[in-house]
T-cell receptor, first 113, second 114 residues
Framework: GENVEQHPSTLSVQEGDSAVIKCTYS??????FPWYKQELGKGPQLIID?????GEKKDQRIAVTLNKTAKHFSLHITETQPEDSAVYFC????????????FGGGTRLMVKP | EAGVTQFPSHSVIEKGQTVTLRCDPI?????LYWYRRVMGKEIKFLLH????????ESGMPNNRFLAERTGGTYSTLKVQPAELEDSGVYFC????????????FGQGTRLTVV
């Protein structure tokens, strides 16, 4: 089955700096790669996703890149703000009927004011 | 539009007891998923319903876990009898058909077995 590795597990940046979180996946059949943000006491919330027919996608301060050949994808957050502090999860889903997500281990991002 | 709602938000039970978690998906969402996160590790898939039918229950850890979705609306996840290793946060998510559309997560139920 699919295996998703996520790095780093914790990331501390200064407000205004950029943050990059990287994930690798094992199943070449995976074709959907969402990123979730989980704030304290809340459930994971989708912030951006990318499909395998696209190499890069951007939404304001966040962007995701996908390298299908190398089987890795990354989340980029620019001009970080304290409210970006949360746990971020990458996930991958293959071409299966149920679209079950396989998650990475999570990255705790701390943005220091 | 109401989001995915889970009850209770927290549950503390003793080893050997029974606990039932409930998930109310977004109205009209036929896909319903259960996931759990144990001890700060990754979020792992448990099972998937399409309407009232179990589509995939390959992630269910053992037969102490029983999920139902009567009438294709809300779902319950029962753990009986609970063991210490069942402690963790249980998430429910729902999405429209077909599969591949965005999944919306509930806030989770934190289960502590003592």
């Amino acid at each position: 089955g699919e295996n998703v590795e996520q790095h780093p597990s914790t990331l501390s940046v200064q407000e205004g700096d950029s943050a990059v979180i990287k994930c690798t996946y094992s199943d070449s059949a995976s074709n959907y790669f969402p990123w979730y943000k989980q704030e304290l006491g809340k459930g994971p919330q989708l912030i951006i996703d990318i499909r395998s027919n696209v190499g890069e996608k951007k939404d304001q301060r966040i962007a995701v890149t996908l390298n299908k050949t190398a089987k890795h994808f990354s989340l980029h957050i620019t001009e970080t703000q304290p409210e970006d502090s949360a746990v971020y999860f990458c996930a991958a889903s293959g071409n299966n009927a149920g679209n079950m997500l396989t998650f990475g281990g999570g990255t705790r991002l701390m943005v220091k004011p | 539009e109401a989001g995915v709602t889970q009850f209770p938000s927290h549950s503390v039970i003793e080893k050997g007891q029974t606990v039932t978690l409930r998930c109310d998906p977004i109205s009209g969402h036929d896909n319903l998923y259960w996931y759990r996160r144990v001890m700060g590790k990754e979020i792992k898939f448990l099972l998937h319903f399409v309407k009232e039918s179990k589509q995939d229950e390959s992630g269910m850890p053992n037969n102490r876990f029983l999920a139902e979705r009567t009438g294709g609306t809300y779902s319950t996840l029962k753990v009986q009898p609970a063991e210490l290793e069942d402690s963790g946060v249980y998430f429910c998510a729902s999405s429209h058909l077909p599969a591949g559309t965005e999944a919306f997560f509930g806030q989770g139920t934190r289960l502590t077995v003592v």
